[in-house]
């Protein structure tokens, strides 16, 4: 399994960016997926998750109202839409997928399989 994120930069608080995680090697459409973000001397933190078929998705408080998960089980990617970004949201992000079919969850030891992390700079 593979997985390549993209959509990471840098933006002004207020901006918005859309990163997306495209997937391989495998049933993609099977397993929820979920993004995780990782801070400087921070432990890495859930952010979003979304279920194998994209009807559930289930948001960390500090996100929730200005980020939205959802995926296209054709294209084998899942995207995290940001709006309203803050300097606090910055972080290396990293896509996971799960692969016992345990559904979404916001534990990080849920997800078997990263991406390799991008880049979310927001300036003040």
């Known amino acids: 399994v593979q997985l390549q994120a993209s959509g990471g930069g840098m933006v002004q608080a207020g901006g918005s960016l859309r990163l997306s995680c495209a997937a391989s090697?495998?049933?993609?459409?099977?397993?929820?997926m979920g993004w995780f973000r990782q801070a400087p001397g921070k432990e890495r933190e859930f952010v979003a998750g979304?279920?194998?078929?994209?009807?559930?998705?289930y948001y960390a408080d500090s996100v929730k109202g200005r980020f939205t998960i959802f995926r296209d089980n054709a294209k084998k990617t899942v995207s995290l839409q940001m709006n309203s970004l803050k300097p606090e949201d910055t972080a290396v992000y990293y896509c996971?997928?799960?692969?016992?079919?345990?559904?979404?969850?916001?534990?990080?030891?849920?997800?078997?399989?990263w991406g390799q992390g991008t880049l979310v700079t927001v300036s003040s």
């Open positions: 090697g495998r049933t993609f459409s099977t397993y929820a």
């Open positions: 979304i279920s194998w078929g994209g009807g559930v998705t």
């Open positions: 996971g997928t799960e692969s016992r079919s345990l559904g979404v969850g916001n534990l990080a030891a849920r997800y078997d399989y």
